[in-house]
T-cell receptor
């Protein structure tokens, strides 16, 4: 079984400030990791993903995330927040089900980001 | 038209009604999914279809009945729902039902059961 924990259901930053959204997971094997963003009245949109290779991955809209195996973390960052970044962000982890051959995708509960002018 | 399209965007139904949600993907993907999104809860996977065959049913009540007539279309048939079934229902597709294939979501159907 795996779990995904997003610390902070609500994060508020000023425009131009650093954005840091935290994601920790529990998994017995190296997983695939994703961040999705959901704007009001829309579905989820992929921001970035980690599958293999370089642990620092860059996504759309200036976001990036770093996979840290030792810390079981995949935190999302952006150097300078923009008003248009206001949305809900979801971390998701995909790994093999215990004893099986199917992958299971687990989402965190989401973090609502507000950007103040 | 591209992406994943869901209709209707909003639906209000009584507990005795029968209605259907529709999803269509124009991405050439082989896997399609239904998710339920409720406030303050993680996304809940309901059903997975891979190559038009149902491969996962996460203990969803029988009042929800999926149908996948081809790899581009997915339906969710609803009957005798309960008020707690009110939620945003999201359809998604992926290249294949594999761990590293990202999901592409539609904009959802906001369902209210009265």
């Amino acid at each position: 079984a795996q779990s995904v924990t997003q610390l902070g259901s609500h994060v508020s930053v000023s425009e131009g400030a650093l954005v840091l959204l935290r994601c920790n997971y529990s998994s017995s094997v190296p997983p695939y990791l994703f961040w999705y963003v959901q704007y009001p009245n829309q579905g989820l949109q992929l921001l970035l993903k980690y599958t293999t290779g370089a642990t620092l991955v860059k996504g759309i809209n200036g976001f990036e995330a770093e996979f840290k195996k030792s810390e079981t973390s995949f935190h999302l960052t952006k150097p300078s927040a923009h008003m248009s970044d206001a949305a809900e962000y979801f971390c998701a982890v995909s790994d093999l089900e215990s004893g099986g051959s199917n992958y299971k995708l687990t989402f965190g509960k989401g973090t609502l980001l507000t950007v103040n002018p | 038209e591209t992406g994943v399209t869901q209709t209707p965007r909003h639906l209000v139904m009584g507990m005795t009604n029968k209605k259907s949600l529709k999803c269509e993907q124009h991405l050439g993907h082989n896997a399609m999914y239904w998710y339920k999104q409720s406030a303050k809860k993680p996304l809940e996977l309901m059903f997975v279809y891979s190559l038009e065959e149902r491969v996962e049913n996460n203990s969803v009540p029988s009042r929800f009945s999926p149908e996948c007539p081809n790899s581009s279309h997915l339906f969710l048939h609803l009957h005798t729902l309960q008020p707690e079934d009110s939620a945003l229902y999201l359809c998604a597709s992926s290249q294949e039902n594999a761990g590293n294939s990202p999901l592409h979501f539609g904009n959802g159907t906001r369902l209210t059961v009265t």
